[in-house]
């Protein structure tokens, strides 16, 4: 078993920092009976995305005052 603990953890390893975040998420949630849903690791995967856009120059940032006044234009 331990050889298999020390491949899988040398295989995890070799993840990108955000890949090994949402699994150590998703292995936590799991002690608890609460695995993400689909729906839930769509959007964990899109807000990843979203956040090597932001980093690499793709998306500029949009302040929260600009977010909640779209919002409510949108909702009136």
Do not use: C, N, P
Not at 50 to 74: H, L, M, N, P, W
Request: net charge negative; charged share 35%.
């Amino acid at each position: 078993m331990a050889t298999t603990i020390e491949q899988i953890e040398h295989d995890l390893l070799k993840l990108s920092k955000q890949e090994r975040a949402f699994l150590a998420d998703r292995l936590l949630s799991s002690l608890d009976g609460e695995v993400l849903s689909e729906v839930d690791a769509a959007w964990v995967a899109e807000a990843e995305h979203r956040f090597e856009e932001y980093k690499s120059g793709k998306r500029q940032v949009v302040s929260a005052e600009d977010v909640f006044t779209d919002a409510e234009r949108v909702a009136k």
